[in-house]
């Protein structure tokens, strides 16, 4: 008999993705920036992306321009204080990660899962949901 595996701490993470397709993005930018009077938040290191940031009440709304998408998604950040330990606790409940959703720089303690809905999540290791230098 297997022992229960104890559920590693999860609490939301500071960050929500809207993934839009390219077609949509300057109008979903827009949506937020002019008709919603949302700050975008400025900083050089992610001036080259496709993605525009805000504050959005403690969290940071990002809306990326994702190529080959044809609908609007929503992703969420998921903290946990063990990468490794949530990745096996979430397997026995046959929660497999989803490394195809979108690279991940390296040496980043994360992974990429869906809930049963399909709703993407990123399992980040510590506070900010940061990846490293």
Not at 43 to 70: C, H, N, Q, Y
Not at 74 to 97: F, G, H, M, P, S
Not at 100 to 109: H, I, K, N, S, T
Request: net charge negative; aromatic share 10%; proline share 11%.
């Amino acid at each position: 008999m297997t022992p229960p595996t104890t559920r590693p701490r999860f609490r939301p993470g500071r960050n929500i993705a809207v993934k839009v397709p390219p077609k949509e993005y300057a109008q979903t930018v827009a949506f937020y920036r002019e008709v919603l009077g949302l700050e975008p938040l400025r900083d050089p290191a992610w001036s080259a992306t496709e993605s525009t940031r805000f504050d959005f009440g403690g969290k940071v709304l990002w809306i990326d321009r994702m190529d080959g998408m044809d609908r609007a998604e929503v992703w969420l950040e998921i903290e946990t204080d063990d990468a490794e330990a949530a990745e096996r606790y979430l397997a026995k409940r046959e929660i497999r990660r989803r490394d195809d959703a979108e690279p991940l720089p390296d040496g980043w303690r994360a992974f990429w899962v869906a809930s049963p809905a399909g709703v993407i999540h990123l399992v980040t290791e510590g506070p900010d949901g940061e990846p490293p230098p």
